[in-house]
């Protein structure tokens, strides 16, 4: 009975819980269709117990462990690529393409539609969106609000400031690429910073980013420099000679 002016409990009882299972399955499907590299170590180190053992349950026994394996580290990298904002969101469409695409690879699309890896995309629309594909998203982090909402003027400033001070100290040319594998960095320490894309939209190019953080010279003097290397990111920006050759890169590896 529904009593006028007071919320019914009834849609929210019928709804049917959201299980482990299919936020993997969806974590794994949209990880395959970003082409995120699975890191197995990874996995092995920071996949929760539970979230491991739901996954063995969904597989029958005879199941290559090699297989498994993989489906973990595809989801677990894929959270990760998500605090990093590498991946953000799959289409209705985009996940029903892949999952068909996988589950065909599988051999396994003789298997009921409820027990297939990974579930068609109306399955996990129905049982993990509740029939909205928004609901989905959100359930399992892949939904996230705009940069703007997330981070403010001294957050985008405090990302620039570290970022710098890391590839002055490590000698790393400080270029896009560089910032997106230090974002990467970060996010698997749990330091959530801008991405990119999000820095750029957020001060209008990567050169007035680096004009923020950067110390800039007299216009007159000779050794000015504005330099754009396209083919690798590398920006200078009118810097001291100390700091540019911090920012040439050395011929040693990556400190992050």
Not at 43 to 49: D, E, F, K, V, Y
Request: charged share 25%; with cysteine.
């Amino acid at each position: 009975m529904h009593i006028p002016g007071v919320a019914s409990e009834r849609t929210a009882r019928e709804l049917p819980p959201r299980t482990l299972g299919d936020k993997l399955r969806l974590l794994y499907v949209a990880g395959k269709h970003h082409g995120i590299e699975p890191d197995c170590q990874l996995a092995l180190g920071t996949m929760p117990i539970e979230e491991l053992a739901a996954l063995r349950s969904l597989m029958q026994p005879n199941f290559p462990p090699r297989r498994l394996a993989e489906f973990a580290a595809v989801a677990e990298t894929t959270k990760l690529a998500i605090r990093a904002r590498a991946a953000r969101t799959i289409s209705y469409a985009d996940y029903t393409k892949t999952a068909a695409t996988v589950s065909s690879r599988l051999g396994n699309t003789r298997v009921a539609a409820e027990g297939q890896w990974p579930v068609p995309g109306f399955v996990l629309l129905r049982r993990y969106g509740h029939g909205f594909s928004d609901d989905a998203l959100q359930a399992a982090g892949l939904s996230l609000p705009g940069s703007e909402s997330r981070f403010t003027d001294k957050d985008f400033f405090d990302a620039l400031d570290g970022f710098t001070e890391e590839c002055i100290g490590f000698e790393h040319p400080m270029s896009i690429a560089i910032y997106d594998r230090w974002v990467y960095s970060e996010a698997s320490m749990r330091n959530d910073r801008p991405s990119a894309v999000e820095i750029v939209r957020h001060y209008g190019t990567w050169a007035s980013a680096m004009g923020i953080i950067l110390p800039q010279e007299d216009e007159d003097e000779d050794d000015d420099v504005l330099e754009e290397d396209t083919e690798q990111g590398a920006l200078l920006v009118g810097l001291p000679s100390a700091v540019r050759r911090a920012i040439h890169p050395p011929q040693q590896s990556l400190g992050f």
